[in-house]
């Protein structure tokens, strides 16, 4: 990373190596005469600790940057009647000086429990610090309890999600 760009960004270590070292001895011959009786009789070369001895080494700097992106999901209607539509929408900041290509996928264009209108595949691109709105109506057909289309947005540039409901779906009620 360029020095210009770590100036903004939180530098956090990566962790702590400890190292517990005890020193191996080692064995003398039976033949060498051992002058002095103690607790080291019979070693020779580094010797014995009877605790072992720690060192700490810090590990090396991570720098963390800041999200590219900021999505803030729009609150559903408290009551969600069959066949009153509503609208889920997503606003998604982009939150760098670069231009950014974000797209818009809807999984589950298909699914019965609803009618869906608006654009739901959208390719669109964000200027530096730029907002924009992402969004369907939706109309549902059944009363009961739903799982909202899965809505996917990704980034182009980072090839990542910024939204992705296609793992925990969203679930609401549909009164009569």
Partial sequence: MEDAYREERLAASLGTI???????????????????????VGTHGPLKLHTPSTCHF???????ESA?????????PDSIQVAVPFEVTYTIKNTTPLDQDV???LEDESNESFLISGV????????PYES????????????????????????????????NEASERRSIYVLP
């Fill in 18 to 40: 400890s190292v517990n070292w005890q020193p191996s001895s080692m064995e003398l011959p039976e033949e060498v005469k051992v002058m002095r009786e103690d607790d080291l």
């Fill in 58 to 64: 810090r590990g090396p700097l991570c720098y963390i």
């Fill in 68 to 76: 590219p992106f900021e999505s803030k999901s729009e609150r559903l």
């Fill in 103 to 105: 797209e818009m996928l």
């Fill in 120 to 127: 739901v595949n959208k390719r669109t691109s964000l200027g």
């Fill in 132 to 163: 924009h709105l992402f969004s369907y109506t939706a109309i549902p057909m059944k009363v009961c309890e739903v799982d909202l289309p899965a809505i996917s947005i990704s980034s182009k540039r980072y090839k990542a999600w910024i939204v």
